[in-house]
T-cell receptor, first 114, second 111 residues
């Protein structure tokens, strides 16, 4: 509906493993942000990518990393998974990197860490 | 203290009721304010921006009080389809679009 697609939709990993989540942004949007939403909480900002570079980061450790590609799609990588990493990971795209407030979210990737 | 605080609810109201949600934020440097709506197991979607002068969109009215660092959302004539979680959101200028979300207030509208 928003044009932002994420994959996979659900996945299960074990502690210590690594995971890569993927996101295709809405057509024409050059900025991608990633958010983590734990059960019963609001989304928390992980980082934002603009023109293939990270241009903002939230309070997440370095084992959370990302990439943005020339077609503006993006990946979120999480190394050394911990139980607390279990959450819904949301990708959001926007037309500009600045402060507009309107983000278009994908349906998310639900990660369970056992 | 959380940066954005909301009453988690749930608010259980009958169709046709008027319901109000409140939200407070801690950072006085916050510059933009929004309400997002999130349906169960779905992604958040922008409901409306919130302006200092207050603004209305149909049955929805949002208010901002910068002095008290307080944001509100009023829903009149509630519909069953209004059942969702309402997320209070603030952001700052600074070259990137970082939104700070509250934990959300759950609304259940019953017949």
């Amino acid at each position: 509906e928003t044009g932002v697609t994420q994959s996979p939709t659900h996945l299960i990993k074990t502690r210590g493993q690594q995971v890569t989540l993927r996101c295709s942004s809405q057509s024409g949007h050059n900025t991608v942000s990633w958010y983590q939403q734990a059960l019963g909480q609001g989304p928390q900002f992980i980082f934002q990518y603009y023109r293939e570079e990270e241009n903002g980061r939230g309070n997440f450790p370095p084992r959370f990393s990302g990439l943005q590609f020339p077609n503006y799609s993006s990946e979120l990588n999480v190394n050394a998974l911990e139980l607390d990493d279990s959450a819904l990971y949301l990708c959001a795209s926007s037309l500009v990197a600045g402060n507009t407030g309107e983000l278009f979210f994908g349906e998310g990737s639900r990660l369970t860490v056992l | 203290r959380k940066e954005v605080e909301q009453d988690p609810g749930p608010f259980n109201v009958p169709e046709g009721a008027t319901v109000a949600f409140n939200c407070t934020y801690s950072n006085s440097a916050s510059q933009s304010f929004f309400w997002y709506r999130q349906d169960c197991r779905k992604e958040p979607k922008l409901l409306m921006s919130v302006y200092s002068s207050g603004n209305e969109d149909g049955r929805f009215t949002a208010q901002l009080n910068r002095a008290s660092q307080y944001i509100s959302l009023l829903i009149r004539d509630s519909k069953l389809s209004d059942s969702a979680t309402y997320l209070c959101v603030v952001s700052f200028s600074g070259g990137y679009n970082k939104l700070i979300f509250g934990a959300g207030t759950r609304l259940a509208v019953h017949p």
